[in-house]
């Protein structure tokens, strides 16, 4: 594609940074929090597609832009994840192929208080926290500006999420020639999976009892996701 062609050229460096993987896990992850379940790790991709995509901007340092993503898990060996951002968005213009990335996705997470531990009312040796499961999906970033790629992922996506609803939107309901200026304004994104390290913080540090009471808790007030997920903690 000659338009990427010309970004990759004039860009290099400036989203690249070390072209490594990761071998060991490159946040803070204590072994009773380390989540390797690669069905819960895809399930967290699944239940919460919003993701932090994270790139080098050049001088400025970091940058972070927040993309629904599509996740395949049959795409390579780690999978695949797919979005698209808004052409005028400089990511796509900044970040050459192939560069390293980071996606964050967050899954059930919620406040814990000690009181909910039958522990803390014997000895009172217990403190709040947070837990959370989360995933970082390390991998390399690739772009497509091709409209027959852009359609069947906006397809994907919309069937997808308008599953549910009673009439669910079709890319067919909007005029043709309306939809093809929207496509002209997106370019799409693909991130190949390297590794995908998770943490599931769900007071595996604890007692049985305060676990599964504080997961009562929890349940009892509107957290169902993050209660079955402390309860599910080994």
């Not at 796509?92 to 000690?114: D, K």
């Not at 359609?151 to 309901?173: C, F, I, N, S, Y």
């Not at 349940?219 to 079955?228: E, F, H, I, M, V």
């Amino acid at each position: 594609i000659p338009q990427l062609a010309l970004m990759k050229a004039t860009c290099q460096g400036q989203c690249q940074g070390p072209r490594r993987h990761h071998t060991t896990p490159p946040m803070y992850l204590p072994t009773h929090f380390a989540e390797t379940r690669s069905e819960t790790l895809q399930r967290i991709l699944r239940e919460h597609p919003l993701g932090a995509l994270v790139t080098t901007a050049g001088p400025e340092g970091l940058d972070a832009d927040h993309l629904p993503f599509e996740f395949d898990p049959t795409a390579g060996p780690q999978g695949t994840l797919y979005a698209h951002v808004a052409r005028a968005n400089p990511l796509w213009q900044r970040c050459a192929e192939g560069s390293p990335v980071l996606v964050i996705f967050r899954g059930a997470q919620g406040y814990i208080s000690p009181s909910w531990y039958p522990s803390k009312h014997e000895a009172h040796r217990q403190v709040p926290t947070w837990n959370y499961e989360v995933v970082h999906a390390h991998g390399t970033l690739h772009l497509h500006d091709d409209e027959r790629w852009l359609r069947g992922l906006v397809g994907r996506l919309t069937r997808r999420h308008e599953a549910a609803e009673p009439q669910p939107w079709k890319m067919g309901d909007a005029p043709a020639d309306y939809l093809d200026a929207m496509l002209r304004h997106i370019v799409g994104i693909e991130v190949r999976i390297t590794s995908l390290v998770g943490k599931s913080k769900l007071s595996q540090n604890k007692e049985p009892r305060d676990r599964h009471n504080a997961a009562d808790t929890l349940d009892a007030r509107g957290q169902a996701a993050l209660a079955r997920s402390m309860r599910e903690a080994s």
